[in-house]
């Protein structure tokens, strides 16, 4: 029986993601349908080179989203798919498939997208589709404003989450979290302000295990694995 860094081989699932050769990078399409400051921090953490993972497309529900913006002025390609442009949307995430596939994404990151997505696409990138949500899941699962519930709730501790995508809303396998304790002295918007900084950290971290291929799915849990001692 072959073992993998402690982990039996023979229960995992493979990823669909193989790891990236030091000299190589993972293809990244990022949705996102607003200000896209997740997105500014995969942009970032390329620029500032050892990541192993670059942006190469970036599609928005949303013609006016600051994050295509974003994109542009990094020189990424980056398109819009208003829902009013398809009769369904099937088809509108057909067509973002498509600008997705022509620009060779391997890994699509959902970064403050605000659409569920068509069954179609959600079974074309099982496993190489990935979200970050502001709470810690399952707490606040299924709501845009997860930061505001979070604190309304009088929560001591919230934070963000990376997880896969799958059919269920805010429920596929857990990669990374992050906790955020509240400060006594938090307003809902400081609270808010400080989750996001984390999750600057959290999503390109996710992605750094994902590139490097240090991720197992035993079951729903997500093994990490150590570093390649190579
Ligand atoms: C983030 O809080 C993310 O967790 C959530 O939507 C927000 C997007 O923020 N899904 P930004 O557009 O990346 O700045």
Redesign the pocket.
Known sequence: MTRTGGITAEIDEALGIQPVPPTACLRLGVL?S??????QALLDSRAGGQFPAQVVAVASNRPNAP?LERARRAGVPAEAFPQTRYASLADRDAAVQAFLEAHGVELVVL??YDRVLAPGMLAAYRNRLI????SLLPAFAGTLQAQAAAFEHGVKVSG?TVHFVDEQLDGGPIILQRAVALDEADTAESFAARI?AE?HQALPDAIRLIAEGRLRLVGRRCRILPPSRL
């Open positions: 996102a607003g200000r896209g400051s997740n997105l994050a970064a403050g979200n970050i949500h502001p963000c996001l999750e």
